[in-house]
T-cell receptor, first 109, second 116 residues
Framework: GQNIDQPTEMTATEGAIVQINCTYQ??????LFWYQQHAGEAPTFLSY??LDGLEEKGRFSSFLSRSKGYSYLLLKELQMKDSASYLC??????????WGAGTKLIIKP | GAVVSQHPSWVICKSGTSVKIECRSL??????MFWYRQFPKQSLMLMAT?????????EQGVEKDKFLINHASLTLSTLTVTSAHPEDSSFYIC????????????FGNGTRLTVT
């Protein structure tokens, strides 16, 4: 079956760095997305990785290792507004999007 | 950037009535739109995939006669919840893709439906 695993919840301190991991087992791979979702709102696109390596975009970076079926989202200089759920999603060989359950990130002052 | 508009943001209706939710891509043509529902503290659950000009493809367990999806143009898809019941109360979200099969999804702001 197809499966995406990410931690249910993480806590970090304002100003610090946090890494949210995502591992996947899917039938084929055509890209991995990270989305941010604040409570009661729709998800917003953060990043897209299709090749191995690190993609940096401001305070957020996303890493992919296709051979390991692994990705992480790195958030630097954490702000209170970063408190949200972070969803990992993988596009399989049929370009179907498989969603992880999301990681709730709690930022403490 | 790409914008998807979803309307209404919230709606309260009585049991037995029908509710229509609109999803529009404002600055790009969306050949494919997706409809999700999300229960509190849970991830997105794909309900159906909507392709312009053709019938929607529903996920297993989703009643196509209850959740009517129309995608009449490249910029508009609608979801109609027919004969709504309290258990249909949920957060419904649409999304759309632009060009390319690996384009990121752009989400509408979601519609919170409460059925009394």
């Amino acid at each position: 079956g197809q499966n995406i695993d990410q931690p249910t919840e993480m806590t970090a301190t304002e100003g610090a760095i946090v890494q949210i991991n995502c591992t996947y087992q899917t039938s084929g791979f055509n890209g991995l997305f990270w989305y941010q979702q604040h409570a009661g709102e729709a998800p917003t696109f953060l990043s897209y990785n299709v090749l191995d390596g690190l993609e940096e975009k401001g305070r957020f970076s996303s890493f992919l290792s296709r051979s390991k079926g692994y990705s992480y989202l790195l958030l630097k200089e954490l702000q209170m507004k970063d408190s949200a759920s972070y969803l990992c999603a993988v596009t399989d060989s049929n370009y179907q999007l498989i969603w992880g359950a999301g990681t709730k990130l709690i930022i403490k002052p | 950037g790409a914008v998807v508009s979803q309307h209404p943001s919230w709606v309260i209706c009585k049991s037995g009535t029908s509710v229509k939710i609109e999803c529009r891509s404002l600055d790009f043509q969306a050949t494919t739109m997706f409809w999700y529902r999300q229960f509190p503290k849970q991830s997105l659950m794909l309900m159906a995939t909507s392709n312009e000009g053709s019938k929607a493809t529903y996920e297993q367990g989703v009643e196509k006669d209850k959740f009517l999806i129309n995608h009449a143009s490249l910029t508009l898809s609608t979801l109609t919840v027919t004969s709504a019941h309290p258990e249909d109360s949920s957060f419904y979200i649409c999304s759309a893709t632009g060009q390319g099969e690996s384009s990121p999804l752009h989400f509408g702001n979601g519609t919170r439906l409460t059925v009394t």
